[in-house]
């Protein structure tokens, strides 16, 4: 099937797919889960307010105060945009996803009796087998400090979310629920405007608070926080072709307005005495400090760019080279796919095993040829101890990958399980 993306077009915009890897071999970048590659477009933007416009945003009189508030601003306009907010005030900027749940995990943690967001003894928490860390621990920590409990959704053999305890889990103890929309690990992606709708309209009836973790489904399809009826979701920038050290929190204003802050010092504040201190409405009473203005520029490019090809275009593409994938691997002796292994609600993320090979030595393996993969447990230990495995071997794909990309890793993979099984 012809693609609707023009990948050469694509990688000529991304400077590192110039460069050669071990042994003069052309980059073949199967690691866009962990992060992705950054166009030109993202580069210039950082490096041109840097070089242009550099000044503390939200402080001083002078042009270059200015300028650097409004393009932090409009940075903050582009997400609000991207993601179908109902206002700006809805975005808040982060280092990363991971201290965005943090964020809200600590936030829920410092909220008084009284408050909507109190956490006591005998509430209960709810995540699922298939979280990162990053949305898993943030929970667990909490849970300690509160005394609430963590349950949890398990993970069928086939890798889709096991709802079937469903109204035993969310009832009206349930006051927190955080869920990744795609797992980096199995690539299923969670509908919850399909399949799972049944569990969006449980969390809502009993009235408890609904995270989304969007880390893996943002960068590569269209995402809607009104549509999905989530009241938080996160995604970092890194994996979306923008910088490291820029994370996006979505809430509903009314809960951000509500929720107290997680970190405390300047720009977060309305009055200050020696005794006391009052905070401002979000987005602000959450981004303590001199913001990271250059990486929200440089997110602001990446969504420009990612808008330009077309999320629905990439996200059709990448279904396609998956399906090929999937095929393909699927044929070689000892490789167990784990997770879905056709395409439906499914993301261009592949993890696997090949008997008597070990997912390490496999991606060094591949790394000979040029091919770029993870190994591991990718931050996902539970996941890895439901599927009884140590590690997987993980390729996934993204704009800048083509159906050449899906032959090299077929054949390395294979090419390289004869070569241990020979040894």
Same mark, same amino acid.
């Given at each position: 099937?012809?693609?609707?993306?023009?990948?050469?077009?694509?990688?000529?915009?991304?400077?590192?797919?110039?460069? %050669?890897?071990?042994?003069?071999?052309?980059?073949?970048?199967?690691?866009?889960?962990?992060?992705?590659?950054?166009?030109?477009?993202?580069?210039?933007?950082?490096?041109?307010?840097?070089?242009?416009?550099?000044?503390?945003?939200?402080?001083?009189?002078?042009?270059?105060?200015?300028?650097?508030?409004?393009?932090?601003? *409009?940075?903050?306009?582009?997400?609000?945009?991207?993601?179908?907010?109902?206002?700006?005030?809805?975005?808040?900027?982060?280092?990363?996803?991971?201290?965005?749940?943090?964020?809200?995990?600590?936030?829920?943690?410092?909220?008084?009796?009284?408050?909507?967001?109190?956490?006591?003894?005998?509430?209960?928490?709810?995540?699922?087998?298939?979280?990162?860390?990053?949305? &898993?621990?943030?929970?667990?920590? &909490?849970?300690?400090?509160?005394?609430?409990?963590?349950?949890?959704?398990?993970?069928?053999?086939?890798?889709?979310?096991?709802?079937?305890?469903?109204?035993?889990?969310?009832?009206?103890?349930?006051?927190?629920?955080?869920?990744?929309?795609?797992?980096?690990?199995? *690539?299923?992606?969670?509908?919850?405007?399909?399949? &799972?709708?049944?569990?969006?309209?449980?969390?809502?009836?009993?009235?408890?608070?609904?995270?989304?973790?969007?880390?893996?489904?943002?960068?590569?399809?269209?995402?809607?926080?009104?549509?999905?009826?989530?009241?938080?979701?996160?995604?970092?920038?890194?994996?979306?072709?923008?910088?490291?050290?820029?994370?996006?929190?979505? *809430?509903?204003?009314?809960?951000?307005?509500?929720?107290?802050? @997680?970190?405390?010092?300047?720009?977060?504040?309305?009055?200050?005495?020696?005794?006391?201190?009052?905070? &401002?409405?979000?987005?602000?009473? @959450?981004?303590?400090?001199?913001?990271?203005?250059?990486?929200?520029?440089?997110?602001?490019?990446?969504?420009?760019?990612?808008?330009?090809?077309?999320?629905?275009?990439?996200?059709?593409?990448?279904?396609?080279?998956?399906?090929?994938?999937?095929?393909?691997?699927?044929?070689?002796?000892?490789?167990?796919?784990?997770?879905?292994?056709?395409?439906?609600?499914?993301?261009?993320?592949?993890?696997?095993?090949?008997?008597?090979?070990?997912?390490?030595?496999?991606?060094?393996?591949?790394?000979?040829?040029?091919?770029?993969?993870?190994?591991?447990?990718?931050?996902?230990?539970? %996941?890895?101890?439901?599927?009884?495995?140590?590690?997987?071997?993980?390729?996934?794909?993204? %704009?800048?990958?083509?159906?050449?990309?899906?032959?090299?890793?077929?054949?390395?993979?294979?090419?390289?399980?004869?070569?241990?099984?020979?040894?």
């Amino acid at each position: 099937m012809k693609s609707a993306l023009n990948v050469d077009q694509i990688k000529s915009e991304f400077p590192i797919f110039n460069r %050669l890897v071990r042994g003069e071999n052309r980059l073949i970048y199967l690691d866009s889960a962990a992060t992705s590659q950054k166009p030109l477009s993202v580069l210039d933007a950082e490096r041109d307010f840097y070089t242009k416009h550099n000044a503390a945003a939200h402080r001083g009189a002078h042009q270059l105060a200015e300028e650097a508030t409004e393009l932090f601003e *409009g940075a903050r306009a582009k997400v609000a945009t991207f993601l179908n907010a109902s206002s700006e005030n809805e975005i808040i900027f982060t280092k990363s996803a991971t201290e965005s749940i943090n964020l809200v995990a600590y936030s829920i943690g410092n909220a008084k009796p009284g408050s909507k967001f109190h956490l006591k003894a005998g509430d209960r928490i709810v995540v699922s087998e298939m979280e990162h860390h990053a949305n &898993l621990i943030p929970w667990q920590e &909490l849970a300690a400090r509160t005394g609430a409990e963590l349950s949890w959704f398990g993970v069928t053999d086939d890798g889709r979310l096991d709802l079937s305890n469903l109204d035993s889990l969310i009832n009206e103890k349930t006051k927190m629920v955080a869920l990744t929309h795609q797992s980096n690990v199995l *690539g299923t992606i969670n509908d919850f405007n399909g399949d &799972l709708v049944k569990l969006r309209a449980q969390i809502k009836a009993v009235g408890a608070l609904f995270l989304i973790d969007a880390c893996q489904s943002v960068p590569h399809l269209k995402v809607d926080v009104q549509e999905l009826g989530c009241d938080f979701l996160t995604f970092s920038g890194h994996k979306a072709v923008g910088p490291t050290g820029v994370g996006v929190l979505w *809430g509903r204003s009314e809960l951000l307005d509500e929720m107290p802050p @997680f970190l405390t010092g300047g720009s977060m504040i309305e009055n200050v005495t020696m005794q006391s201190a009052t905070y &401002l409405p979000a987005p602000k009473r @959450f981004e303590a400090g001199v913001p990271n203005m250059a990486q929200a520029v440089g997110l602001g490019a990446a969504l420009d760019y990612l808008d330009k090809v077309s999320l629905t275009a990439i996200h059709e593409h990448e279904v396609a080279l998956t399906k090929q994938a999937l095929d393909g691997l699927k044929s070689i002796r000892g490789l167990s796919i784990v997770g879905p292994t056709d395409v439906k609600n499914r993301g261009a993320v592949i993890s696997f095993t090949v008997e008597g090979v070990h997912p390490h030595d496999l991606g060094q393996a591949l790394d000979q040829y040029g091919i770029a993969v993870r190994t591991g447990h990718h931050c996902a230990w539970p %996941l890895m101890r439901r599927f009884k495995v140590v590690a997987t071997t993980r390729a996934s794909f993204y %704009l800048y990958n083509d159906q050449s990309d899906v032959v090299a890793l077929v054949e390395g993979v294979d090419r390289a399980r004869k070569y241990f099984m020979e040894r």
